[in-house]
């Protein structure tokens, strides 16, 4: 999987040279050919530049079983210690199918008497050459929050100063070693492994960053690196769904005060695994979360700003501790997820939290867009309406569910007369739908026309209700209707891009005056059922 780096590698410059300190993972040296030991080379013998011109090698591959091979330590030094005058800004390099990426950083050394003395030190990951630009840009991002602590520790004890110390040490006695031993294999990254603090935090990042994608170490017990890798963290419902940090973006722009939060993990866990030193408006908010308030109602409960809770509900879902969702009540409808992937672990652990309850009976239920109220019985005790509410949340955790808004699209009349029937008034509204030429197609609407909507649906609907007024008797709509339709056209609700939660929002309206301005005009506007766009990108691949 292109997310998962190949390699983490750590390589200094100062005075005394460039040098490969440590990397991982690392592969012991592969036995030599014995031929090698009791075949000597002839000093005398001559290349033939034809015999190399037609046997030069083809670019070979670099990755092998998920790890960087084929480039010694020599090379690698050479090509990640680069001069002063780039430290301090991206460095990427991409060789066969590899892609290294790090963030060159100069820092005084410590302990030293030379004036203007310096250090260059280079934390690069290897990743494969077509992971995207996003992946990219979050792996340099973590080579430059490691290197800014490293150069505070360096800076405040020496460090980085003792670590490399003892790194070179164990590179010499290796190197000694072998040269008593003409088949020694013994790799000096094991012993560096044991005595080096910053090796077994190299190590520790690069087994975080493989599995579950979530940093929190404490370099020299001192300054703690966090760090998330969103495409690693978000795709755990959905094998090969990758969500990018953009894709939040662009959810977390389209929040609105309507929206809700729904945690991901239990109130009472996440607070226990925050930092000490958190926030205390997070923790505030935490405590006073519940999936059927909005965000508004919890920024009030909390006694926080709007733009406070719209901020920690940002870090929450980046790290993948909380998702997206319209606050639960009766009227909401869900169906199942057209990417929901039921597994027999998934069977198994809903059944652990719901004895008598079956997962496949329960989504079988959803297979047809359902609403709440339409679950709950009356007659039931609230000890079992409470059952299915948390069952409903469950499945939403678990992306099963996709909540389903509704959208209306005023349709002039045909022709501008009234229809006598029913019949008549659907074949034409389908004549409408399907006409590529006719300005009011849906298909055109949602992709935005530079019709002046607003003026265009107010003049048609004035003609019909004047059409209605004289031709008809029993259309007996009060005038409070008609202008509130009026309003809601000219304001652009009712052009297929608003959906009711939305209007009930923005223009303060109750549900249940525009389900009866639904009704009550019911021949001029088509209503159909859709997810919330930004809500829907924290969801499917074909959403983003």
């Keep these: 999987m292109e997310i998962n780096p190949l390699s983490i590698i750590l390589v200094k410059s100062d005075s005394k040279g460039d040098r490969l300190l440590f990397r991982y993972p690392h592969t012991t040296k592969h036995t030599r050919d014995s031929n090698q030991y009791t075949k000597k080379r002839n000093p005398y013998s001559l290349t033939i530049t034809e015999d190399l011109l037609q046997s030069l090698p083809f670019p070979t591959s670099n990755i092998s079983n998920g790890n960087l091979t084929g480039v010694n330590d020599e090379v690698l030094s050479t090509l990640f210690a680069v001069k002063p005058e780039l430290c301090e800004q991206k460095f990427e390099l991409k060789v066969n199918d590899v892609r290294f990426v790090g963030h060159p950083t100069l820092v005084p050394s410590h302990g030293l008497k030379e004036v203007n003395s310096s250090m260059l030190f280079n934390i690069v990951f290897a990743l494969q050459a077509q992971a995207s630009h996003s992946i990219v840009k979050c792996y340099y991002d973590l080579s430059t929050r490691l290197g800014i602590a490293l150069r505070h520790e360096e800076r405040r004890c020496g460090f980085l100063t003792e670590e490399i110390k003892i790194m070179v040490s164990t590179h010499d006695e290796i190197a000694t070693r072998s040269e008593g031993e003409s088949d020694c294999d013994e790799s000096p990254y094991e012993l560096i492994l044991q005595r080096s603090s910053l090796a077994r935090d190299l190590k520790s990042v690069f087994s975080s960053l493989s599995t579950s994608g979530i940093i929190n170490i404490m370099i020299n017990k001192w300054i703690q690196v966090r760090f998330c890798l969103p495409q690693k963290v978000h795709q755990s419902h959905e094998k090969g769904f990758v969500i990018n940090p ?90 199942v997820s057209p990417d929901a992937i039921i597994t027999n672990q998934l069977l198994e652990i809903f059944s652990e939290e719901f004895p008598g309850f079956c997962l496949l009976q329960v989504l079988s239920d959803f297979s047809l867009p359902t609403s709440i109220s339409q679950k709950l019985n009356p007659l039931n005790q609230l000890q079992q309406q409470t059952q299915l509410v948390k069952i409903i949340i469950w499945l939403l955790k678990n992306h099963l569910l996709l909540q389903l808004h509704t959208y209306v699209q005023y349709m002039p009349m045909v022709h501008g007369r009234v229809l006598d029937t029913k019949d008549e008034m659907n074949h034409n509204v389908n004549e409408i739908i399907h006409s590529s030429n006719n300005a009011w197609n849906l298909s055109e609407i949602s992709k935005g026309n530079t019709v002046d909507m607003a003026e265009e649906l107010t003049m048609s609907f004035r003609k019909e209700n004047e ?78």
């Excluded at 919330?532 to 499917?540: C, E």
């Design 246 to 335: 953009e894709i939040i973006d662009r959810c977390l722009n389209s929040l609105r005060p309507y929206h809700g939060l729904l945690l991901l993990i239990e109130p009472s866990d996440l607070l226990d695994s925050l930092p000490i030193d958190s926030s205390p408006a997070l923790k505030r908010l935490i405590q006073m979360y519940s999936p059927l308030k909005n965000l508004q109602t919890l920024a009030a409960d909390s006694d926080l700003t709007l733009t406070q809770v719209f901020q920690l509900t940002g870090h929450l879902v980046y790290w993948a501790k909380a998702t997206i969702i319209y606050p639960l009540c009766e009227s909401n409808v869900y169906v």
């Design 467 to 544: 059409m209605y007024n004289y031709q008809s008797e029993d259309y007996d709509i009060p005038s409070d209707d008609r202008k509130l339709l009026d309003r809601l056209c000219r304001l652009g609700y009712f052009n297929g891009n608003r959906h009711l939660e939305e209007i009930m929002y923005l223009e303060n309206i109750r549900r249940s005056q525009l389900l009866q301005i639904l009704d009550k005009f019911r021949d001029v506007l088509i209503t159909c059922e859709c997810e919330d766009p930004a809500i829907a990108l924290l969801y499917s691949q074909f959403s983003s």
